[in-house]
């Protein structure tokens, strides 16, 4: 059984399990989606279409049940304290005119940003349990 981490980004985005590379399941939010595998192998991976994670590979020899979240490497409160700090050092940084602030209100952005184009297979995860 495979579900979504209940997380505001993850939430955006179409997230689709591919069992072996060729079964595709899709996901959607707060709903678990049983996945039955034939197969003693079965190799895991979490896409969606941009995003893929590394392959979670499930060795199992007799019926068993594996519980998988998939998750977003932003969390809700690292993303609230990205926004939040934003609001702040922009807010200081026009009441003050210290340029220094304005420049540093734009790192949480250059971080979601460093973490959702080059940090690409570790934006989405597949986690145990």
């Known amino acids: 059984m495979i579900t979504r981490k209940s997380q505001l980004l993850i939430n955006f985005l179409n997230i689709r399990v591919i069992v072996n590379g060729k ?48 998750v977003c490497a932003i969390d809700n409160n690292l993303l609230l304290t990205g926004v939040v700090l934003l609001l702040l050092f922009s807010l200081v940084g026009l009441i003050s005119d210290i340029p220094f602030l304005r420049i540093l209100s734009v790192v949480p952005i250059l971080y979601f940003l460093f973490f959702y184009y080059i940090k690409r297979k570790e934006f989405v995860r597949i986690k145990m349990g």
């Open 23 to 70: 079964d595709i399941y899709t996901l959607p939010p707060d709903k678990p989606v049983i996945i039955p595998l034939s197969e003693n192998k079965a190799k895991l991976v979490a896409t969606d279409g941009f995003h893929i994670t590394k392959p979670l590979e499930l060795n199992y020899h007799l019926p068993h049940t594996y519980h998988l979240k998939v």
